[in-house]
């Protein structure tokens, strides 16, 4: 979309949060007024022309709501109803703690017989990471036990996990292991940010995708919290079974990630 009144106007400019931003504009300066165009409307259109004329690049950090309002000479509500509008584009995501970023390109997420989170990511130029944000043993339900081979009621290991690229939260996951062969799993994880790292401490480090099921539905509150959503995005669920090279189940896992930030491509 171009800007409404070429003439009048020049485009916001923004740069990325790595470098020092120029001297802000005279207030005002980048909007028309009287001319029947919604203020909020010209400066939504002036930084979707920003990126789409590769002036804002992906991954860019929009200056603050007061910077932004200080330079279109508007006040602060303008100022986000323009932000909300291009967030609903999905063209600018606000991450919480960080600010409000151009989005990023959906990472191309292959799912095969071998899927890591970290080298998927790292091959896409951005900087993976993952905490242990819960961990706990509980009785198997008829679900796991099936998927992990054990009676209804065994002890497993749930580890929960959410990871990261560049800072953005990409997935959150549970996993589940049987309780007595992956003893301090989750310690493991805790002081590694890896599950395949800590598999590999425990010697099961070569395992392997046996089965993958996706679906999608709307992201509740947690999701929406731990994968800072908006209310009304979706989620893809993948329930996955990997095993050993023997092909004994060794995790049962059930990741939710944000349908916007990842392409799957299911690899044959």
Known sequence: MSPTNDSA???ATVTPATDTPPAAAPPGEDVARGTGVSLWKQIAER?????AEGRLVAGARLPTENELAERFGVNRHTLRRALAHLTERRLIEATPGRGTFVKEPPIRYPIGARTRFSEIVSREGRAPSGRLIGSRVEPASAEIAQALGLVVGAAVLRIDM???ADGVPITVASHWYEAGRCRDLDLLVAATGSVTRALETLGLGDYRRLETRITARPADAEDCRLLALPAGRTVMVLDAING??????IQYSRARFCADRVQLVVKT
């Open 244 to 249: 050993d090279p023997q092909r004994r189940p």
């Open 162 to 164: 959410i990871r990261e």
């Open 9 to 11: 106007v020049t485009p």
């Open 47 to 51: 930084i979707e022309a920003d990126i």
